[in-house]
């Protein structure tokens, strides 16, 4: 059994890289993001609380997403383990997952920090764009289409941004990581779990980084 926590910033490629991982190792990977815009497309009570938090780029509450982890991590596909991308997100968060795995006699095995400046971070995020007709994902700065306006897969000529990629809610996305983190990073380097991996490089690279680090032998 192996149980990974995944931490960087938002844009950091840290869920694409944990979706690899997870995939090779077949378990499962859990996204607190992921979870909660599920729950702002219901609509519900907890949605919507969660979505005045999600859309000014600050943290929904601790009781909250420690209630999702905990019964996420209870369900039959995570007996062999899992990747968390995007919790711990603050010390508390990481006290209280520890004293939750510690109950039922589990542990986290490794901690990977994915590094990304946050001027490339904002033009990943702030410059993404996709086709509204297939959901092709571009980007203003990395990556255009061919023609300009026309999408390279489906030929559509109209685009769309995400409402939570703007500018303003990616800086506070930023300053919300950058106060909480270091205190986790240390919480973690304390306990000798911690590996910080450059992110800046092509996806493949990041990767057979991590998968050194977590002595997982290539595929390829
Ligand atoms: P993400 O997709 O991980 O960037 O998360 C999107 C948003 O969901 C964040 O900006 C937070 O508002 C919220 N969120 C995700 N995970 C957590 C967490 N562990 N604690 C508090 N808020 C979270």
């Known amino acids: 059994m192996i149980n990974i926590i995944f931490l960087g910033a938002p844009g950091s490629g840290k ?32 949605g919507k609380l969660a979505k005045i938090y999600m859309e000014s780029g600050g943290l929904v509450p601790d009781k909250i997403v420690v209630e999702m982890i905990k019964s996420r991590i209870s369900m039959p596909d995570c007996n062999n383990g899992f990747i968390l991308d995007g919790f711990p997100r603050n010390i508390v968060q990481g006290q209280i997952l520890d004293d939750m795995l510690d109950s039922i006699d589990r542990k986290i095995n490794a901690v990977i920090e994915i590094i990304v400046a946050d001027e490339i971070i904002i033009k990943r995020i702030s410059g993404r764009f996709s086709c509204k007709n297939c959901g092709m994902v571009y980007n203003h700065f990395f990556n255009l289409p061919k023609l300009i306006n026309t999408c390279d897969k489906c030929g559509g000529v109209n685009f769309e941004n995400r409402s939570d990629d703007n500018l303003e809610i990616v800086s506070n996305r930023l300053k919300t990581y950058h106060n909480n983190n270091r205190e986790l990073v240390e919480f973690y380097r304390k306990k000798h779990l911690l590996s910080s991996i450059d992110g800046l490089k092509e996806i493949p690279l990041v990767n057979y980084e991590i998968r050194k680090v977590l002595n997982i032998h290539n595929k390829n």
């Open 15 to 46: 869920g694409t890289q944990a979706t690899i991982i997870a995939k090779d190792l077949f378990i499962p990977t859990i996204s607190t993001g992921e979870i909660l815009r599920n729950e702002v497309a219901k609509d519900n009570e907890i």
